[in-house]
């Protein structure tokens, strides 16, 4: 007797489940082949609907996790940082993504199971299709939320150049897209299945032929999505061509992060930021952008960029800037009390009240659960919990009214929305990548934040220490990024000024911007209604009676 792994199906699982997370993996940044998404979950889901939903569970938990080891080695780098827990917390944060799909999986499985098994009638694999998309999509929205949330590299992600399909979030936000994705990846499988069981028949079986619906349902969706997006495009960019606009540069110092908060390497940091920001102050922008936490000491302690900032804003730009502050304690014996906040100074030299975060990164700026676990603070590599802010801050530049969003609170995109729902007319995202190096995880970061901007239908700015330092307009299209003067790449220290659409105070709101998450909601409602008719026990009719 053959051992479990040597069994062919076992081997054809694992390949499959493998296989699935593989293909998804290279959809994102640095491989981008955005294609492979469009297929990528098929051999999950044939997996499934040969399974039970304990074994699809299982099967889908090696399909995430492989998905993810991939796909988040950026993470890897941080060892530079955290030694050995940085790696553990690479596998642990993986593997715990992955359970995600394991519930897609139980719940497929489930769902086929409650069909009476695919391939089947038309109508009954649609509806497979359908309720495995709404699936994957409540648990997209419950990845936003649960334990702080971590809404990275979601399906729709994938797509993040493909400007056509991408408008859909302007209604559904990254959600629409992920449930696109999904369903045609189900039509595909379902489609393959039944022609399979078409064109292999028994000997003397009459072979039964019918129009793939399956298919044809999934080009359609992708049409009518391609269609309506070039449509939204040319909409989007003649109200962008027509809209006021100012001249932004973003500075890029590129400090490596072993000397950022060295002080052997203030007077250098200090002395690149002016050199880069008086070059860009010589065209006279509206805005000159630093990154997040660019001064070496809080923003408020640091006399050397308060005089910076002063001589810079003399000759009439706003600077908005990431900046620690430090408020001292009420009391005596009490800790300093720490925000990662973002300011502005204007030409008449005035320091605007700042902008704390608001959604901070657990294990990097607060550690989870201090109060009940003390162990808590002796696993995490620092040294204790910064506060979080409590107020979506708007800054005036010229007659203009410009969000910010701190680090990855640009991947939220609940969080920035509001932004623009309380009158911001366009966005910044200053942020430091310089942690993850020359890995896919400035890349990733940028490729998250695309959605935002259609979400929102509002010209982004982002400004990295070092990293992925570009413009996007309305239409999620990157239209220019920091490379150096010689194209380097976009791990230098430069600067680039580019004209930023702002956003008419009268324009209608976009269907995300007003309502928010309620296409993921919907979703997440009806898997909820899919799960307990799937768990229902089917009534067995009563024989005859004789």
Same mark, same amino acid.
Request: net charge positive; aromatic share 12%; with cysteine.
């Given at each position: 007797?053959?051992?479990?792994f040597l069994n062919r199906r076992f081997v054809l699982s694992l390949l499959a489940s493998v296989g699935s997370g593989v293909l998804l993996a290279l959809a994102y940044p640095r491989f981008d082949r955005a294609e492979t998404a469009w297929f990528a979950l098929a051999p999950l889901t044939c997996v499934v609907l040969f399974h039970n939903p304990k074994a699809s569970a299982g099967w889908a938990f090696v399909a995430g996790a492989t998905f993810f080891l991939g796909s988040l080695n950026w993470l890897l780098p941080l060892t530079a940082f955290a030694g ?141 999505? &391609?269609?309506? $997006?070039?449509?939204?495009? /040319? !909409?989007?960019? *003649?109200?962008?061509? @027509?809209?006021?606009?100012? #001249?932004? +540069? ?68 706003? &600077?908005?800037? $990431?900046?620690?502050?430090? /408020? !001292?304690?009420? *009391?005596?014996?009490? @800790?300093?009390?720490?925000? #990662?906040? +973002? ?77 623009? !729902? ?49 413009f996007i307009d309305p239409t999620g299209r990157v239209t220019a990024h920091v490379a150096g003067t010689q194209g380097e790449g976009i791990f230098v220290a430069d600067f680039l000024t580019q004209p930023v659409a702002v956003r008419p105070s009268g324009q209608p709101l976009t269907f995300y911007t007003r309502y928010g998450d309620v296409f993921a909601w919907s979703c997440f409602a009806i898997t909820v209604a899919a799960t307990v008719w799937s768990l229902r026990k089917q009534k067995v009719p009563p024989p005859p009676a004789p």
């Amino acid at each position: 007797m053959r051992p479990a792994f040597l069994n062919r199906r076992f081997v054809l699982s694992l390949l499959a489940s493998v296989g699935s997370g593989v293909l998804l993996a290279l959809a994102y940044p640095r491989f981008d082949r955005a294609e492979t998404a469009w297929f990528a979950l098929a051999p999950l889901t044939c997996v499934v609907l040969f399974h039970n939903p304990k074994a699809s569970a299982g099967w889908a938990f090696v399909a995430g996790a492989t998905f993810f080891l991939g796909s988040l080695n950026w993470l890897l780098p941080l060892t530079a940082f955290a030694g050995w827990l940085a790696v553990l917390g690479w596998i642990v944060l993986s593997l715990f993504l992955a359970l995600y799909w394991a519930a897609w999986g139980w719940f497929a499985s489930a769902l086929n199971a409650r069909l009476g098994g695919l391939p089947g009638t038309i109508g009954k694999n649609l509806l497979f299709a359908m309720l495995a998309s709404c699936a994957w999509v409540a648990l997209e929205i419950v990845r936003t939320h649960l334990f702080t949330g971590f809404p990275w590299n979601f399906l729709g992600v994938s797509q993040y150049r493909n400007l056509p399909v991408i408008q859909l979030a302007e209604v559904t936000g990254v959600y629409g897209v992920s449930w696109l994705l999904c369903f045609v990846s189900a039509c595909l499988l379902l489609t393959g299945l039944r022609l399979r069981s078409e064109l292999f028949v028994s000997p003397g079986a009459k072979r039964a032929y019918r129009p793939h619906v399956e298919l044809m349902a999934a080009a359609l969706l992708i049409m009518l999505a &391609v269609v309506t $997006g070039f449509r939204s495009v /040319e !909409k989007v960019r *003649r109200e962008t061509r @027509a809209a006021d606009s100012l #001249n932004v +540069a973003v500075v890029q110092p590129n400090i490596p992060q072993e000397e950022k908060w060295d002080e052997k390497f203030a007077q250098m940091i200090h002395e690149r930021l002016e050199t880069l920001t008086h070059a860009a102050a010589l065209a006279r922008p509206d805005l000159i952008v630093w990154p997040e936490s660019a001064t070496p000491d809080p923003l408020l302690h640091d006399a050397e960029a308060i005089r910076i900032l002063t001589n810079v804003a003399k000759r009439g730009s706003h &600077v908005l800037l $990431g900046s620690m502050t430090m /408020e !001292k304690p009420s *009391r005596p014996g009490q @800790a300093p009390t720490w925000y #990662n906040s +973002a300011y502005v100074m204007t030409p008449d030299l005035r320091l605007l009240e700042p902008y704390h975060k608001q959604h901070l990164v657990p294990f990097g700026e607060f550690v989870p659960l201090e109060r009940w676990i003390p162990l808590m603070k002796k696993v995490t590599p620092i040294p204790g919990s910064i506060m979080r802010g409590r107020e979506h801050r708007l800054f005036p530049v010229r007659d203009a009214q410009v969000g910010v969003a701190i680090c990855f609170e640009d991947v939220f995109p609940d969080v920035f929305r509001r932004f623009v !729902k309380k009158g911001g007319q366009w966005m910044v995202n200053v942020t430091n990548d310089a942690w993850y190096k020359q890995s896919a995880g400035a890349h990733q970061h940028m490729a998250n934040s695309v959605f935002r901007a259609v979400e929102n239908r509002v010209a982004f700015v982002r400004c990295a220490n070092t990293g992925y330092s570009c413009f996007i307009d309305p239409t999620g299209r990157v239209t220019a990024h920091v490379a150096g003067t010689q194209g380097e790449g976009i791990f230098v220290a430069d600067f680039l000024t580019q004209p930023v659409a702002v956003r008419p105070s009268g324009q209608p709101l976009t269907f995300y911007t007003r309502y928010g998450d309620v296409f993921a909601w919907s979703c997440f409602a009806i898997t909820v209604a899919a799960t307990v008719w799937s768990l229902r026990k089917q009534k067995v009719p009563p024989p005859p009676a004789p």
